[in-house]
């Protein structure tokens, strides 16, 4: 939630409690024979997670897990799903940790095609098979959270102008919308990736069509969601022109009125689903200690700090969601998806088009 790619609507207080909280983790750079510490009998005592940006868990969390395994949690950020996946498959013949997360469904096949990960089946919590890889990686990655990218819109804005909103990908090319729009780029953020394959779903091999005629449209562009929803969208920091952005599903229960509704809807039509996943990596030096973080993080302490800590849903169905999730964070019914292994396969392709077509 990736963002950078993973930001959403709190993203300030976000990335200041997740600087806080990362830095009393223990981040440190070296190479992985110097994060993973060893006692004088040769056993670990440090386990290495390589994640994302966005992670961040509760203080508590963490310091519990090092109690209970007598484990030092080493945190490295590694950029958005993105950038992590590139740095995990470029290291992969010496990893720089012992345990991955936040890979997701957009990225894993690249992932588990270049052999980064090694085999771990933990027991996964009520429901969480239901967001599982199928095929390749499916013995390797183990889904963690799920959310879904969806078009956001600002409902005061719309009511204010007595603009009828709009509600599917068609409508966004509609003239009524015109400059109305900012997306994310798929090339740099995996909101927008998402974004791009929600309309490849939607579309199909017309999809370069459907994106002439968005960006004809006013359509603009950002490099990442922060600034897409901080800066343009007119609900993020209080500047912005343009009240239709990506965002997400749960984007709506951080906008609150403090009247008892939200001034922001996601449009539901519109949605990609995104589900992140963690695995131990080949080659690690502590691969006990991997598995015991993504048991970790499939435990019920941890998913049911995710929606308040990461602004993701649970896999576990069992995990009870905050009041304001459960009434505006509405996930759709039928959200697009694309086979992970049709993306590995298209990805570069599909990206070299979307930048032709978004360029002209």
């Not at 976000?14 to 983790?25: K, P, Q, R």
């Not at 502590?286 to 019920?300: C, F, I, K, R």
């Not at 304001?324 to 992970?340: G, N, R």
Request: charged residues 20%; hydrophobic residues 40%.
């Amino acid at each position: 939630m990736t963002l950078s790619t993973r930001a959403r609507a709190q993203a300030v207080a976000l990335t200041t409690t997740g600087t806080l909280l990362l830095a009393s983790c223990s981040l440190s750079g070296g190479d992985s024979s110097e994060a993973s510490g060893v006692d004088g009998g040769n056993t670990p005592t440090e386990v290495v997670l390589i994640t994302h940006e966005s992670f961040t868990l509760p203080e508590e969390l963490t310091e519990k897990f090092e109690a209970d395994t007598g484990l030092r949690l080493t945190v490295r950020a590694a950029g958005d799903a993105g950038t992590l996946t590139n740095k995990l498959v470029l290291t992969k013949d010496s990893p720089t940790g012992d345990v991955a997360f936040g890979i997701d469904n957009t990225f894993a096949s690249r992932a588990v095609d270049e052999g980064v990960f090694a085999p771990y089946a933990p027991t996964l919590p009520e429901g969480a098979a239901d967001f599982a890889l199928t095929g390749d990686g499916a013995d390797v990655l183990a889904p963690v959270d799920a959310a879904h990218v969806c078009v956001n819109i600002d409902d005061t804005w719309f009511a204010e102008e007595g603009v009828p909103a709009p509600a599917t990908l068609a409508d966004l090319a509609k003239p009524a919308y015109r400059d109305l729009f900012v997306i994310p780029g798929a090339t740099t953020s995996s909101p927008g990736m998402a974004f791009l394959l929600a309309t490849i779903a939607e579309y199909g091999d017309d999809w370069p069509d459907y994106w002439t005629d968005l960006m004809a449209n006013g359509a603009k562009l950002t490099d990442g969601w922060s600034d897409a929803y901080q800066v343009d969208f007119t609900q993020g920091g209080g500047e912005g022109d343009r009240p239709i952005v990506v965002s997400y599903d749960s984007s709506p229960a951080f906008t609150v009125d403090g009247a008892g509704g939200t001034t922001t809807s996601a449009l539901l039509d519109t949605c990609f689903r995104q589900v992140e996943y963690a695995g131990v990596l080949a080659g690690a030096e502590n691969p006990e200690g991997a598995e015991q973080v993504v048991d970790w993080l499939l435990s019920d302490e941890v998913q049911a700090a995710l929606p308040d800590s990461m602004y993701v849903f649970p896999v576990s169905s069992a995990v009870e969601l905050p009041a304001d999730w459960a009434s505006f964070a509405t996930q759709p019914e039928t959200p697009y998806d694309v086979d992970p292994a049709e993306i590995s396969e298209n990805r570069d392709d599909w990206l070299r088009e979307w930048s032709d077509v978004t360029s002209r």
